[in-house]
């Protein structure tokens, strides 16, 4: 019986049969009414106990590697994956990125849309370095396809900033966050959310980069315009807020960094809860400044 139901999905997939490969793709989703969806498509007599597993293999072995509905079952299974295991989906998403660019091209909309899928796994697990490299790619797909100045191109640039200074490069940050602040103060404006955030941005790593003065004084210009814009109790405020204490204290002002982190921990208790990750770390932050005070000390960023 078991037998003669896979001959019948090897005859089904080799035919492009649409309610195989709906059958396959609930499967994929882990649906367990197996029972349905095998009524579904004329094929009750499969013992419910084929694991999807055998089902897929069989698959990609039948259609072939290069074949669109095999680059869709590998992209599905990579994104299941990465619910628990983001690293064995980059490396999944990787290996499938490799064949759709040599089979597909490198700026078919399925290989971008891969690459992106894999630079968010990649960051996920942590490889900075890697997902910086797929970044930049995803920056030229971006550049290419909506052009310099969408929101999406933006966006990746933002990430290989963050990336790139993730990954050791705090220069290369800099300046690169540098270069997206002249576009988007000219694209969005100046008191647009997302230049606050670059401008954020370029001040931390900055700061990040070795010019804690440099960074003390951008937070310190950047804090008016996020309470003028945002608002006092904004998120993104008291972020900016935490930053302009930390970097007041490592440009050597002590004093002036516990005072600044003492009326931040008020707010965030207030506004966020005294048991809230980021009031923690403003707490933190109040104690190591009051009890080691000095230029090279390091707090929580």
Not at 176 to 190: C, N, S
Not at 239 to 255: C, Y
């Amino acid at each position: 019986m078991r037998q003669s139901a896979l001959e019948e999905l090897r005859s089904r997939i080799l035919a492009r049969d649409e309610g195989t490969f709906w059958f396959l793709g609930q499967l994929l989703a882990q649906e367990d009414r197996l029972g349905r969806f095998l009524a579904h498509i004329g094929m009750d007599t499969m013992p419910s106990a084929a694991p999807a597993a055998e089902l897929l293999d069989e698959f990609l072995r039948l259609r072939g590697p290069d074949d669109q509905d095999s680059f869709n079952v590998r992209h599905h299974l990579a994104n299941r994956r990465g619910g628990s295991d983001a690293a064995g989906a980059a490396a999944a998403l990787g290996r499938l990125l490799d064949d759709q660019s040599r089979a597909l091209g490198p700026e078919h909309p399925d290989t971008c849309t891969t690459r992106i899928q894999l630079f968010h796994f990649l960051r996920e697990a942590g490889d900075m370095s890697a997902a910086a490299t797929v970044a930049a790619d995803i920056v030229a797909d971006q550049r290419r396809t909506v052009g310099p100045d969408h929101r999406r191109t933006f966006v990746y640039r933002h990430n290989l900033g963050f990336c790139l200074g993730e990954a050791g490069d705090q220069l290369g940050a800099v300046e690169l966050f540098t270069e997206l602040l002249g576009d988007a103060m000219r694209v969005l404006g100046p008191d647009n959310c997302n230049t606050l955030d670059v401008r954020h941005e370029l001040a931390r790593w900055r700061g990040r980069a070795g010019d804690a003065a440099g960074a003390a004084a951008e937070f310190a210009e950047i804090v008016p315009d996020r309470i003028r814009i945002q608002g006092l109790d904004h998120p993104h405020t008291l972020m900016s807020r935490h930053n302009l204490a930390l970097w007041t204290g490592e440009a050597g002002d002590a004093t002036g960094a516990a005072a600044a982190f003492a009326e931040l921990v008020v707010d965030r208790r207030r506004v966020l809860g005294p048991e809230h990750p980021d009031t923690v770390k403003s707490e933190r932050a109040l104690a190591h400044w009051r009890e080691q005070p000095g230029p090279n000390s390091h707090t929580v960023q």
